[in-house]
C-alpha cells in the first residue's frame, strides 16, 4: 500500500532519530517501534485530519528524540544481552584466537598437502617420456587392486609373449649392508634386469648401467650402479668411484655407473644390481618380481589389451601345472605409486578439508558475534574477517615453508623423487587462495549477509540455528576421532598400542652375511649365545631376535605365499601374501605382542621337530573363518605332498611390519631354530633407560664374537623414526592439527550456544523453556551421532593408513563423544540452571 | 532518584505508564500496537502512549521479568510476522496484583477522607 508523502517523510525523519538510540535498543526494538509510529501515523492521517496528523508527528518525534537520549544514558542498553555479553567478555578472544589458530595450521598444512599430491602425481617424472606407454604389470590377484609379482621364469617367459614391447624389465628390492672401511651403512637395493633403466628411459649420470651380458646366470663379475645420493654421502661424489670395488654382504661389487639426481626406483633405493646374484631366479613359485613395460607408441588401449590376452595364454601354456599362471593385468606405472599413497592422500585431505570447514564456521560464529543493526556492522564484519584471514594465510604459509623447506624428513616419502623435491611457493600461493576463498564462502559471507540484511531493519540479533549446532558437533567430533585415531597409532610408545615400539626396547642390528655364517643349528646356536649374553645384562629384563621388526620390513623377501591344508595351487596363487617373521622363543615377549589362543615358541621347537607357526588374528580369520585355526597346518609355496607343512600353535595380535600404509595385517612367525632364515635383530626389554645400555648390548655381542659388526645400536623407536610413513613427527603434526581443530571447534559450541540463545527468550511456565533448551541439546546430539557415523564410515580409510585395533577405535570413538557431549551440553545445563526457578514453576 | 524493584513487588510502586501496560496485558497477549491502542481505548486516549515510550517501557519491564515474549502466533493469515507478542509472566501478574491492591487501598484511604464519593465502586 502506498503511503501518503507526508507519512513517507514522517516516517523516514523518525526512522532517523530511532537510529539514533543506543544500539541495544535499537537492536531490540526499533523496527516493532517504527512500525508502530507507522500505523499510528497513517491513522491519525487517514482518520483525524492534517493538524491531528501534525500535532501527532510532533510529539511522535520529540518522544523519538527523548528516546534516543534516554537509551543512550541508559546502563541497560548500553551492555549487550546477556548472551553477547558472555560472548564478548568470556569467550571473543578464545574464540578469535581459536579460529586464527585452526585457520593458520589449515593454510599450512594445505600448503604442505599441495606439495605431496605434487610429489605422489610427479613421481614418474624422471622416466614421464614414456607416458602412459609405460605400465606396470603382473598377476591379476583377486581382490588385489594391482598387478602381483611374478617369479624370474614367469617374467622370462611373458618377455617373449609380447610383439610391440619396446622393453620390458624386472626389479625386486633387497636390503644390504655396504660395509665402508669406518663403518657399515644398511641400503637399499634393487635387484633389476639390464633392461631396467632402458625401458624407463632414464641415461646416467656417470659411466654406465649394467649390460645383458652382465645379468646372466653364472656371471661373477657383479656389477653395481649407485643413486647420486648414497654416490654424493657416502662417497662425497668422488667421479673416481667408477671401476672401484664396494663390499655388499661380504660380497665385492664393481661401480659402473651412478644414476641421474632424484632417480631412486621404485621408491627409495640407493643402489641398483643385475639379479644373477640372490635372485632366485630359477624357482618359478616364488613370485617377487614386479615387471615394468614401455609399450611402442602409440598403442591404443585395445591393442594393449590383446598383448595382454596373448601374453596370458602364452604364459599359461608355459607354466606347468604345479605352479599355474594367472591372467596379466597392467596399469600405467604412475598409477602404481598413487595408489600406494591414496589411502593417506584421501585421509589428509578429509581431516584438512574438515578443519577448514570447522575454521569457517568458527569465523563465522565470531562474526555474527558482531552487532547487528547498525549500519557499521557490516564494514566492522568486513574488517574482521579480513584482520583474521590476512594473518593466517601469512603465518599459514610460513608453517608450509617450514615444513617442507626445514621439516622434510618427517614427511618423508617413499618416492623416486623426494629427495630432490623442494619448496614451492606457487602451490603455498595456490593453497592459501583455496583455503582463503573457502573460508570467504563457508565463513565470512554469511556473516556478511546477515549484517547487511539487519544493517537497517533493526532486526534483533540474527538467530543461530539448531543445525550450526549440529555442523558445529558433527565436525569435532570426526575430527577428534581422526586427531585420536592418528595420536593412538603413534610409534614411540605415546600410542597405546602394546604391540607398537616402545622406547624401553633396545634394538641391535649385526652386519652378518649369513651365507657367509654356517646354516643351522650352528647359526642358531650362535645367536642364542648373544641372546643369553644379552639376558644377563644388567637392566635387561628379556631379550629375544626376530629377522624382521615392526615397521621396519619393507622389502618383498618379507613376505611369503602361503597355502592353508586343503587348498589347490590355483588357490595357492590366488591367497594373499603373508609377512614372514622368523622368531626366537623370547621375541613376543620382549616386545609384548599378546598371544590370543594357544602358544608362544618354546625351545623345544627346534629342527627335527615338527614344524610350528604363530598366525595373526587376521591371518587366522582370512584362512579359517569362524574355525579354531590351533592344529591347522600352513605351508610356504604352493601345497603339494613334500611341501614343508607348519602346524599352528598360537595366534597373536596383528602387528604393522610393513608400517602404513601397506601392512596387511596377515603375519606368520615361525621358530628361527627350524629355519635357515638370515641375519636377526635382536631386541631387549629393559627396566630402565634402553639408550645407556648400547655399549653393554655391543659388548655382549663381542663377547662372543670379537669379529662381529655391529650395524647400529637403538631404541626401537628410535629405529622406526626412519620409516617411510607415517613418520611420527609427520602423523603426530596431523593428530595435533585434527586435535586443535576438533577441541577448537567443541569449543565454539560453547559461545555458540550464548550466541544461540541471544534473543530468544524463556518461557516461564517451564513446558516451553524445557523445548527451548532439549531443542539445541537435540541439535548437539544429532550433529555427535552424524560426526560418529561419518567417522564410522571413515573407518576403512582410517584402518588403510593406521595401526589396527579394536579396542583402540572403540576407546578413541568414545572419549571423542563424551568430550563433544560435554562440550555441546555443559553450557546448556549452566541455561538450565541459570533458569532452573522458571523451570520448577 | 532510581527505583529499584525485585520481582516481589510488593512494596515497590509502577509508574503509571508501567501499570496500564501491565493492565493491558492481563486478560490477553498483545503487540505493541495493540497494548497501544488497548490503553487508549480503556483510558478513554487519556494516556496516549508514544511508540518510542511504549518500547522503552517495555524493554524496562521485560528486562525485570515481568513480561515475555510468547511464542504463540495468531492464524498467519491475521497476523503480521514482524510483530512480537508478549504477554505477563507469573512474576508479572503477581506485581500487577500487589499494584492494583496498593491502588484499592489508596483507593479506599481516599474514601475514608471522604475525596471519593461512597459506593463509587466499579
Known amino acids: 500500500m502506498t ?4 507519512v513517507r517523510v514522517a516516517r523516514k525523519l523518525y526512522r532517523a532519530l530511532i537510529g539514533a538510540s543506543a544500539p541495544r535498543f ?80 589449515s593454510i599450512g598444512a594445505t600448503g604442505v598437502f599441495a606439495h605431496f599430491v605434487q610429489a605422489v602425481s610427479t613421481a614418474t617424472a ?19 587392486a594391482g598387478p602381483g609379482e611374478l617369479s624370474y621364469p614367469e617374467f622370462l617367459d611373458l618377455r617373449s609373449g609380447f610383439t610391440r614391447v619396446d622393453a620390458i624389465a624386472a626389479h625386486v628390492t633387497y636390503n644390504y649392508t655396504l660395509l665402508l672401511p669406518e663403518r657399515p651403512v644398511p641400503v637399499r637395493a634393487t635387484l633389476a634386469s639390464a633392461s631396467l633403466f632402458r625401458t624407463l628411459g632414464v641415461e646416467p649420470l656417470l659411466g654406465r648401467f649394467f649390460t645383458e651380458d652382465e645379468d646372466r646366470p653364472g656371471d661373477v663379475s657383479s656389477k653395481v650402479v649407485l643413486s647420486e645420493r648414497l654416490w654424493g654421502r657416502e662417497f662425497r661424489g668422488d667421479p673416481g668411484i667408477l671401476g672401484s670395488s664396494i663390499v655388499l654382504d661380504g660380497d665385492t661389487y664393481t661401480v659402473v655407473g651412478v644414476a641421474p639426481p632424484g632417480f631412486a626406483f621404485p621408491y627409495d633405493s640407493d643402489l641398483w644390481t643385475p639379479v644373477e646374484r640372490r635372485a632366485l631366479r630359477n624357482r618359478r613359485d616364488v613370485r617377487r618380481y614386479a615387471v615394468v613395460a614401455r609399450f611402442e607408441p602409440g598403442i591404443s588401449s585395445a591393442s594393449l589389451h ?43 585431505a578429509l581431516a584438512i578439508g574438515a578443519i577448514l570447514i570447522a575454521g569457517s564456521l568458527q569465523v563465522q560464529n565470531l562474526l555474527r558475534g558482531e552487532h547487528v543493526g547498525s549500519r557499521s556492522s557490516v564494514r566492522r564484519a568486513a574488517l574482521r574477517g579480513l584482520g583474521l584471514l590476512v594473518p593466517a594465510a601469512a603465518f599459514g604459509s610460513l608453517i608450509a615453508w617450514w615444513m617442507t623447506h626445514l621439516q622434510k624428513r618427517p614427511l618423508a616419502l617413499a618416492l623416486p623423487r623426494w629427495a630432490e623435491w623442494e619448496f614451492d611457493w606457487h602451490l603455498v600461493a595456490a593453497a592459501a587462495a583455496g583455503c582463503v576463498a573457502t573460508v570467504t564462502v563457508l565463513g565470512i559471507a554469511p556473516a556478511l549477509r546477515v549484517a547487511w540484511t539487519a544493517r537497517r531493519s533493526y532486526s534483533r540479533t540474527p ?12 565436525l569435532s567430533t570426526v575430527l577428534l576421532v581422526t586427531g585420536g585415531l592418528l595420536w593412538r597409532t603413534l610409534p614411540a610408545g605415546i600410542g597405546s598400542s602394546s604391540v607398537l615400539s616402545r622406547p624401553d626396547i633396545l634394538a641391535l642390528r649385526i652386519g652378518v652375511s649369513y651365507p657367509k655364517l654356517p646354516r643351522n643349528p650352528e647359526l642358531a646356536r650362535y645367536y642364542a649365545d648373544i641372546l643369553e649374553r644379552m639376558r644377563s645384562m644388567t637392566g635387561v629384563t628379556s631379550a629375544g631376535g626376530a629377522t624382521r621388526l615392526p615397521f621396519l620390513a619393507s622389502d618383498p623377501w618379507h613376505f611369503e605365499e602361503i597355502s592353508v591344508e586343503g587348498q589347490t595351487a590355483l588357490d595357492h596363487r590366488r591367497n ?18 599378546p598371544i590370543r589362543r594357544g602358544r608362544s615358541f618354546t625351545e623345544e621347537d627346534e629342527l627335527g621337530t615338527e614344524r610350528v607357526a604363530i598366525v595373526s588374528d587376521s591371518l587366522a580369520r582370512r584362512f579359517w573363518p569362524g574355525v579354531d585355526p590351533i592344529g591347522k597346518r600352513l605351508c610356504f609355496g604352493p601345497p603339494s605332498d613334500d611341501a614343508e ?30 629355519h635357515n632364515a638370515g641375519g636377526l635383530y635382536f631386541v631387549m626389554r629393559t627396566a630402565g633407560d634402553a639408550a645407556s645400555l648400547g655399549v653393554a648390548a655391543r659388548q655382549a655381542v663381542w663377547d662372543v664374537d670379537a669379529e662381529q659388526s655391529i650395524i647400529e645400536v637403538a631404541t626401537l623407536a628410535e629405529l622406526q623414526e626412519n620409516v617411510a610413513w607415517p613418520h611420527p613427527h609427520g602423523a603426530g603434526l596431523l593428530a595435533i592439527l585434527a586435535i586443535i581443530g576438533g577441541s577448537s571447534t567443541a569449543f565454539g559450541m560453547w559461545s555458540l550456544t550464548g550466541a544461540y540463545f541471544a534473543g530468544r527468550r524463556v518461557d516461564p511456565t517451564g513446558r516451553i523453556a524445557a523445548a527451548e533448551l532439549v531443542r539445541p541439546l537435540l541439535a548437539v546430539l544429532l550433529g555427535l551421532s552424524a560426526g560418529l557415523l561419518g567417522a564410522g564410515l571413515a573407518l576403512p580409510y582410517y584402518r588403510a593408513i593406521l595401526h589396527e585395533s579394536t579396542r583402540a577405535e572403540a576407546a578413541t570413538f568414545l572419549g571423542a563423544a563424551v568430550v563433544v557431549a560435554l562440550l555441546g551440553s555443559v553450557p546448556l545445563l549452566s541455561r538450565i540452571q541459570r533458569h532452573g526457578r522458571w523451570i520448577q514453576t | 532518584m532510581r527505583r529499584t524493584r525485585g520481582l516481589s513487588g510488593e512494596n515497590a510502586p509502577l509508574t503509571t505508564l508501567e501499570f496500564e501496560i501491565l493492565l493491558a496485558l492481563a486478560d490477553e497477549e498483545r503487540h505493541g500496537y495493540g497494548v ?70 489508596q483507593v479506599r484511604a481516599a474514601r475514608a477522607k471522604k475525596l471519593l464519593p461512597r459506593g463509587n465502586r466499579g
Not at chain 2, 487508549?40 to 517501557?57: F, K, M
Open chain 1, 463 to 474: 538467530r543461530v540455528r539448531p543445525v550450526m549446532l549440529s555442523s558445529y558437533a558433527a
Open chain 2, 36 to 105: 497501544l491502542l488497548e490503553v487508549r481505548e480503556r483510558t478513554s486516549e487519556a494516556i496516549q502512549l508514544q511508540p518510542g515510550t511504549l518500547y522503552r517501557v517495555l524493554g524496562r519491564l521485560h528486562d525485570l521479568d515481568l513480561i515475555e515474549e510468547s511464542e504463540e502466533r495468531p492464524d498467519p493469515s491475521l497476523d503480521d510476522e514482524r510483530r512480537r507478542y508478549y504477554r505477563l509472566t507469573a512474576a508479572g501478574l503477581g506485581v500487577l496484583k500487589a499494584e492494583a491492591r496498593r491502588l484499592e487501598g
Open chain 1, 645 to 674: 607343512w607348519h602346524r599352528v600353535v598360537g595366534v597373536a595380535a596383528d602387528v604393522r611390519y610393513q608400517g602404513v600404509p601397506l601392512s596387511s595385517g596377515l603375519d606368520v612367525y615361525v621358530s628361527y631354530s627350524q
Open chain 1, 3 to 6: 503511503l501518503p508523502i507526508a
Open chain 1, 26 to 105: 535499537r537492536a531490540r526494538y526499533g523496527s516493532e517501534t517504527l512500525q508502530v509510529f507507522s500505523e499510528l501515523a497513517r491513522e491519525r492521517y487517514a482518520s483525524r485530519g492534517r493538524l491531528a496528523f501534525a500535532a501527532f508527528c510532533g510529539a511522535a518525534l520529540v518522544d523519538a528524540m527523548a528516546t534516543a537520549c534516554r537509551t543512550r544514558f541508559d546502563p541497560r542498553y548500553r551492555r549487550r544481552s546477556d548472551a553477547l555479553a558472555f560472548h564478548e567478555r568470556a569467550s571473543h578472544a578464545v574464540v578469535a584466537g581459536a579460529a586464527l589458530l585452526v585457520l593458520t595450521l
Open chain 1, 576 to 593: 594373499p601374501r603373508a609377512s614372514f617373521q622368523a622368531i626366537t622363543p623370547d621375541y613376543i615377549e620382549t616386545l609384548g605382542i
Open chain 1, 126 to 144: 624422471p622416466f614421464t617420456e614414456a607416458g602412459p606407454r609405460l605400465v606396470q604389470m603382473g598377476a591379476r590377484v583377486e581382490g588385489r
Open chain 1, 306 to 348: 590383446r598383448e595382454l590376452e596373448a601374453a596370458s595364454r602364452f604364459l599359461a601354456a608355459a607354466s606347468p601345472d604345479a605352479a599355474p599362471s594367472l591372467p596379466i593385468a597392467a596399469r600405467p606405472l604412475s598409477e602404481s605409486y598413487e595408489e600406494r599413497w591414496k589411502p593417506l592422500i584421501s585421509f589428509a
